[in-house]
């Protein structure tokens, strides 16, 4: 069997993606190939992308019987072989009941010779006229042979192993959208050109791809497709740390699900309202969303849902500081992945279990989980996984003071997310090397890494990379003994954290802003930064951030001599660290007990 000429690999690979945008209706589309041998290579192709049924044409009478009942599945690509030279009844077949084709209700795809296609377009001139897209493939060999089933058999499932693999699809598509005119097609090669660039880390293009997408999803009345695409608006809004704006496209979303009654999607654009409010840190809001997502999700059956919530509740569980909880979602989504078979997800939960096991201080224990993910991202190409797992494996080692070993890794980190064009993926690995540095002293340095941070938050209008960023360079000139620059950084992170409404970051700056003042030994400012985190974190439900920021309050009380003041705040820490199992829970005990021991004095 001949393999895929290079030559042909993109025109193969437009083949596929028309036959994907026309997946359910009624299409024609034809294919010319000079050898049965390279035919049956493409079809090769087809049947291991698509559901299909091959149909050899021999006799015209023939094929209009296999018309009338080929009672096709919704899933299905109907394939249909023409011999090498076409005679008249074929022709009139063709010409005469083109309609058939359309009334299948899938995509048919018609295969003919370079000889068919001249008879074709000369006497059957309306079948011509009727059809879809053409593809005229050369099946010449140009240098060494090149197997392309693999690249070609992946689903449109936007599954990849590298940037160009993307790209790709992005220039498949946009020479896709020159061609196509019908309004329905267009509005889902936008759309999917859109999430191309979600991908690749460019929120800003998908935005203007799914703007564009949604205008003729209205113009249509493509209600279901408005949904996908104003959910789609939410995850690139989400992108770029817009996590308000996200919500009131979700909500959007979520309204026209319940309105077609598609529960799937009503499920989806729950959950997606959950990971917004998570990122604002309102984690009880975010469970509460989860939580009639997972509810939709069991009652339609859909595992792989259930488990994503299941997964989700842990992590907001985790936000709260309730680890234990965490752990015990995470092992339900864990048990869900494996029973279906879902290796990504599997090594996600994983991955998941490793940081909740980091926040307990069981950091061995937590690099088990993540190597195991880094293992299945590797076994089945999940690049981004990879580099997720990576970065939290230097993480890991980095709270072991294991800094050189922890560098290593977000090295590695950097360089999978520049190979698969992760934008934002690439900010935070130099996040993470700017705060090793920090680290090892080498602030100076450690600067470095993150103004190529901003630069690239900027570039792409990253607001929460920005945001991380422009507060990671205060605590680097904080580290220098620089306290009125590094003021001047919190406040900036500050600002974007209030504008995006970004709470969780908004108290760690406010915490910040209290160390600078500590520092400048302004003690009653101090005090004011450490008492609005405290507001919000209260009014959030975030215990670990009220226990931190209790504590901070606490210290600062106790050297003005407030010493009951003082004791009340640090017991909010230390009860919070012993329900957590925290290691440092018992010598806080006992600085405690030292602050009570001066009040009694007193």
């Known amino acids: 069997m001949e393999p895929i000429s290079l030559e042909d690999l993109d025109e193969v690979d437009l083949l596929l993606t028309e036959l994907e945008i026309s997946h359910g209706r009624g299409n024609i589309i034809l294919c010319v190939v000079a050898s049965q041998a390279y035919r049956e290579k493409v079809i090769e192709v087809i049947k291991a992308r ?48 083109r309609e058939l084709f359309y009334d299948a209700g899938v995509p048919n795809l018609v295969f003919m010779t370079p000889a068919g296609l001249d008879d074709v377009i000369w006497k059957a001139p309306d079948f011509w006229r009727y059809r879809g897209g053409y593809h005229i493939l050369k099946g010449r060999e140009h240098g060494p042979a090149f197997q392309a089933v693999a690249a070609l058999s992946i689903p449109i499932d936007f599954s990849y192993r590298n940037e160009e693999e993307l790209r790709r699809r992005k220039r498949i598509n946009e020479y896709l959208l020159v061609k196509m005119q019908n309004k329905t097609e267009r509005e889902k090669i936008l759309s999917e050109i859109g999430t191309v660039h979600f991908l690749l880390g460019e929120p800003r293009q998908a935005i203007d791809y799914y703007e564009q997408a949604l205008d003729i999803a ?58 917004a409010n998570a990122t604002l840190g309102e984690a009880q809001k975010a469970i509460e969303y989860y939580e009639q997502a997972l509810s939709i999700a069991r009652e339609t059956g859909d595992r792989r849902g259930e488990g994503a919530n299941l997964g989700n509740l842990g992590s907001s569980c985790l936000t709260l500081g309730e680890a234990r909880k965490a752990i015990e979602y995470y092992e339900q989504a864990l048990v869900i992945a494996r029973a279906i078979g879902d290796r990504r997800n599997e090594g996600a939960w994983l991955g998941n279990l490793g940081l909740a096991y980091a926040d307990l201080g069981e950091i061995r224990k937590a690099i088990e989980h993540y190597e195991l993910h880094l293992a299945i991202a590797r076994e089945i190409g999940d690049r981004r996984g ?30 999978v997310d520049r190979e698969i064009g992760d934008r934002i993926g690439e900010g935070n690995a130099l996040n993470n090397l700017g705060n090793a540095y920090a680290v090892l002293g080498e602030a100076r340095k450690a600067t470095e890494y993150y103004d190529q941070a901003m630069t690239i938050a900027r570039e792409i209008g990253d607001r929460s ?122 010598r806080d005990a006992d600085y405690l007990e030292n602050v009570l021991a001066k009040s009694r004095k007193k």
């Open 218 to 275: 209205h113009e249509i009345g493509d209600r279901q497709g408005e949904g996908a695409t104003q959910g789609n608006l939410g995850l690139a809004c989400a992108a770029l740390g817009e996590a308000r704006k996200a919500i009131e496209y979700y909500k959007r979303a979520l309204a026209i699900a319940r309105e077609t009654g598609d529960r799937k999607g009503e499920g989806a654009n729950l959950g997606n309202l959950g990971a």
């Open 50 to 97: 698509f559901p299909t049924r091959v149909q050899v044409v021999e006799k015209g009478d023939n094929l209009i019987f296999d018309l009338r009942n080929a009672h096709a599945l919704k899933e299905e690509i109907l394939i249909w072989t023409l011999p090498e030279t076409l005679s008249n009844d074929i022709l009139e077949a063709l010409n005469n009941f």
């Open 386 to 415: 990879e580099g997720n797992s990576m970065s939290n494996l230097g993480n890991a080692y980095a709270s072991l003071g294991e800094t050189r070993i922890a560098i290593e890794y977000f090295e590695q980190t950097l360089t």
């Open 465 to 586: 990379g920005e945001e991380n960023a422009l507060g990671n360079m205060g605590i680097a000139y904080a580290a220098l003994g620089e306290a009125r620059k590094a003021i001047e950084y919190y406040e900036l992170a500050l600002a974007i954290s209030r504008e995006i409404g970004d709470k969780s970051n908004e108290i760690a700056w406010l915490d910040n802003l209290g160390n600078a003042y500590v520092s400048l030994g302004e003690a009653l400012q101090a005090i004011d930064y450490y008492e609005q985190a405290l507001a919000i974190a209260r009014q959030i439900g975030n215990r670990r951030g009220e226990a931190h920021t209790c504590w901070n309050l606490g210290l600062e009380y106790d050297k003005t001599g407030d010493f009951l003041r003082a004791a009340d705040l640090m017991q909010v820490c230390v009860d919070f660290e012993r329900k957590i199992g925290h290691p440092d829970a018992e």
